[in-house]
């Protein structure tokens, strides 16, 4: 089996140190390669850097997908183009995360060290979760849903699609975000959001909206 790691930044190097740690245990992949299409093919941080329409040339045996952009609407697009071409998605959990017996983690996902993933908790496909996350039981982070380091999703909340809670950050219990919400760096959120809006402080606050599903502008 091959790994493609679709994205080739910062977050992709992250993620290739994770799957080479899941790997050594599995020993699932022969090989992991890193996707940009932005860039030229090249070798890069260890492996090699190919383009998206170089993955069934190069492969010649089975492949899977994981997505390593930060970016939910990024994360959905690039979802839509791994689903359209009939591909499949992979699953990685590092062997120091504790996931309760009765979660539920969706493929595509990625969920780093030291994270703690508790009882009848849903993760659907695409989710992210950082370094020291936290997710309470009975919660649900629907599709594309990336949770940065040291963050905390309370017990019984339900975080939207494409949806980005920042570092650091924390939700109180059965609190609900919508679709499309930004929740800022630092932030605790007491009370549920709508979709679209952007979220900021202690206690967290609308400090914007978010009309084109953008977290990192230039």
Request: aromatic share 8%.
């Amino acid at each position: 089996m091959i790994l493609f790691i679709y994205g080739a930044s910062g977050a992709a190097i992250e993620i290739y140190d994770l799957a080479e740690r899941v790997n050594a245990v599995s020993h699932r992949y022969s090989k992991i390669y890193l996707i940009d299409d932005f860039e030229e093919e090249a070798p890069y941080y260890g492996t090699e850097r190919i383009h998206f329409s170089s993955c069934e040339t190069i492969a010649q045996e089975e492949f899977e997908f994981v997505i390593a952009v930060g970016e939910p609407a990024a994360r959905a697009f690039l979802l839509k183009r791994i689903e359209d071409s009939g591909y499949k998605l992979a699953t990685l959990v590092d062997p120091s995360v504790i996931v309760s017996p009765t979660a539920k983690i969706a493929s595509g996902c990625i969920v780093n060290a030291q994270s703690i993933v508790s009882a009848n908790v849903i993760m659907e496909e695409n989710c992210f979760l950082g370094f020291h996350v936290v997710v309470g039981h009975d919660a649900h982070l629907k599709k594309n849903t990336i949770v940065c380091p040291m963050a905390t999703v309370g017990g019984g909340s339900t975080v939207g699609e494409n949806t980005f809670i920042g570092l650091n950050s924390s939700m109180k219990e059965h609190v609900n975000l919508g679709n499309h919400v930004v929740v800022g760096m630092g932030s605790m959120v007491f009370r549920s959001v709508e979709d679209g809006c952007t979220v900021l402080g202690n206690p967290a606050r609308v400090t914007k909206g978010n009309d084109d599903h953008k977290v990192f502008r230039n």
